[in-house]
């Protein structure tokens, strides 16, 4: 089964090495079915056993197998969470998951003109990382409404409302 990305090891927390977790779908629940995890960040992966979940919601902590100090827990800061496909939170109406919009083409009036590379989270707005199709210039489009419209995850299509943001 294919792996996705849920969240992201923010830091450690308290004396026992838990770690402090971001979710990327802001449901913080399914963390409890897991019961391992790969944490992952470029090129390097690790597999752990999950050996507890505490707190709930932005408070949410896990406790790994292995990592029993702040300091080896402060190594994974910035890690990826991957889980099985099978594990992650169900999406919302206009929500997405990052693995799913890249790869995505943008299309604007049926042309083709910027695939997805990856998502950027921050400040007020989360931004699609594009390659344009013409130069290979990658550019940030501000995954909001004025800008995109329609996500086609299945035939991975997302409608570009305006050409003019890839300038």
């Known amino acids: ?81 991957l889980v099985d496909e099978g594990l992650k939170a169900p999406c919302y109406e206009g929500e997405y998951y990052q693995s799913d919009l890249i790869g995505c083409d943008l299309v604007y009036q049926g042309e083709t003109l910027a695939t997805v590379l990856d998502m950027v989270y921050g400040g007020p707005n989360d931004l699609l990382e594009v390659k344009k199709s013409d130069n290979d210039v990658v550019v940030l489009v501000p995954f909001r409404n004025e800008f995109v419209g329609d996500v086609d995850i299945i035939n991975k299509k997302i409608e570009l409302r305006v050409d003019w943001i890839l300038d």
């Open 1 to 81: 089964m294919s792996q996705i990305i849920v969240g992201k090891i923010r830091t450690s927390h308290g004396v026992k090495g838990d770690l402090k977790v971001f979710s990327s779908s802001g449901d913080y629940d399914h963390y409890s079915n897991f019961e391992t995890v790969v944490l992952k960040k470029g090129n390097r992966s690790k597999s752990f056993e999950v050996e507890a979940v505490k707190g709930s919601g932005a408070s949410t902590l896990l406790k790994l197998k292995g990592i029993d100090s702040p300091e080896e827990g402060k190594l994974y800061a910035g890690y990826d969470i």
